[in-house]
Structures are given as C-alpha cells and as structure tokens.
C-alpha cells in the first residue's frame, strides 16, 4: 500500500512538473516567437504525439468474439465498481463536484486579475503560473502529508485547499496595498491541493477496485471527473454577468461545505491507513 502510494505520487509529480515547465516554455514560446506561430508549433507537436502513438505495438492475446463485453456492459461494470464502495463513491462524487467549480473558477480567475483588479499583463502571468509551480510543491508535499495524517483527510484536506483559495480571492479588495501578496497565496493553494488529493483517489481506486476493471473504473473516472469541465466552462461564461467574485466565493464556499459534510457523515475518519481490498467493499 504504501509502495502504490509512493509510485502515484511520483507520476503526479510528473504531471504536475510537466504541467509547470509547459506553462512556462509556452509562454516563453508566445513572447519570442508571437501566438500565431506558437499556436503552429502546438499543434504540430499534437501531430507527433499521434504519429507516435500510432507507431507504438504491444503483444495482445486473442479474444473470443462470444466472451467480448458490450460496451454498454463495460460502462455499467465501470460504474458500478466505482460507486460499490462507499468511501470511493464519496470520493468520486467529491471530486466531479470539485472538477466542476475548478473549471468555473479557472475561467473567471482571469476575467478577476484582468478585469476587477486591473493588474498588469506580467503579474497575472506569474499568478496564473504559481498554480502550476505550485503543484509540483503539492506533489512533493503529498507523500509526507499522508503519512502524517490519514489517506482519507489528505483526500479532504487537497480538496479543502483550492477553495479556501478562491474564497480569498473573492473576498480580498482589489485596492488593498497587499492584493498582489493575497493573489499570489491564493493562487498557491489553488495548485497545491490537487496533486494531495490526487495521490489519494488514485491509491483508493486502484486499491478498492478489481484489477480486471481497472481499465473500466479509470474511464467511468475520467468521463466523471475530466468530462465534466466541460460543464464547468459553460456554467463559468453563463455565471460570468453575476460577478467573478460573487461566484469564486460562493462556489468555494458551496464545495468547502460539501466536503465539512462528508467529513461528518462520510467515511473518512475511520482508518489511518488505506484499507485493503479484501475488506474495502464492506465499508
């Protein structure tokens, strides 16, 4: 158990690193070259991912046609594993809500620094960077955080972090001396957290689910949690009239009182360590 959790937590590392490091030669790439020609070299390196992923060949065993799942079947075998647990399906349902406001709040985030602070092109760079920067801290934090604490309030406490963000960034006064400082801390906490609850859904799924449906569980996941920003951008362009600020503070707020509610009546207070698989379906 505690091996998985080391190796998610070295590949959310990875993404995470990635992620920064990409923010940061794209940038780089728009400043030097202008945003046509970065835009160019973006999608010729989409191009190559393809052609490469094309190329890549790996042994496959032969399947009886008779024994192949529909994919109505694979869908519902995925769904239903993933919510056969009670602590995973609290985790899952968490964590779309999550995907949703953090998708609101991305969108608006820039209409706030741009538009109601009226910082410069520079600093809302570098703020829009600390979130990535901030990630791989995150990354770096969530090994020794779980250990210290339980796997499940880490899930928690990942999830707290980007809305105590947001509620700051929609309660601060835009002409406060210190408003750059508060953005900054903001923007941190918005990028911290992800990777600490990350390495912890991702233990629990692999952990509290079916080797043979993992591929299936990891799809329902992903069709739930990453499919569901899109959702997250509309509501952010229809909510947008009613305030960037006004909606930061209220989602936050909204999401932080979703998870004090599953702290109370959920399960994740029980053990202290991730739970084995031969009992987690009995929780």
């Known amino acids: 158990r505690d091996d998985l959790m080391e190796a998610n937590g070295l590949l959310v590392l990875t993404r995470s690193t990635t992620s920064a490091v990409g923010s940061g030669v794209g940038g780089t790439l728009v400043a030097t070259l202008t945003a046509p020609i970065a835009i160019i070299l973006d999608a010729l390196s989409f191009a190559a991912a393809g052609i490469t992923a094309l190329r890549m060949r790996s042994p496959r065993t032969p399947r009886n046609h008779a024994a192949k799942l529909s994919l109505v079947r694979d869908i519902r075998a995925g769904l239903a594993e993933l919510f056969g ?47 990535a920067l901030a990630g791989v ?12 604490f339980s796997p499940e309030r880490s899930f928690l406490v990942g999830m ?28 941190a906490l918005r990028g911290i957290g992800p990777p600490i609850f990350g390495v912890c859904q991702q233990t629990f799924r692999m952990l509290l689910t079916a080797q043979e449906l993992h591929g299936r569980v990891n799809a329902s996941w992903r069709f739930l949690v990453y499919g569901t920003q899109a959702l997250g ?6 909510l947008a009239g009613l305030g960037a600020d006004q909606i930061l503070w209220t989602t936050s707020a909204f999401v ?28």
């Open 85 to 131: 647990t009670r602590l995973l399906a609290w985790i899952t349902v968490l964590a779309t809500l999550g995907a949703i406001v953090g998708q609101v709040q991305t969108v608006l985030v820039v209409f706030l620094l741009y538009r109601d602070f009226d910082l410069t092109e520079s600093t809302v760079a570098w703020a829009l960077a600390a979130v």
């Open 137 to 148: 801290g995150g990354a770096l934090v969530a090994g020794p955080i779980t250990r210290r």
């Open 160 to 187: 707290a972090m980007p809305c105590l963000g947001g509620l700051m960034l929609g309660l601060v006064d835009s002409n406060w001396i210190a408003l750059p400082v508060v953005v900054f801390v903001a923007q």
């Open 233 to 238: 951008a509309v509501l952010a362009g229809a």
């Open 256 to 283: 932080l009182a979703t998870i004090g509610l599953a702290a109370w009546i959920g399960p994740f207070k029980s053990s202290t360590r991730p739970p084995d698989a031969s009992g987690a379906r009995q929780q």
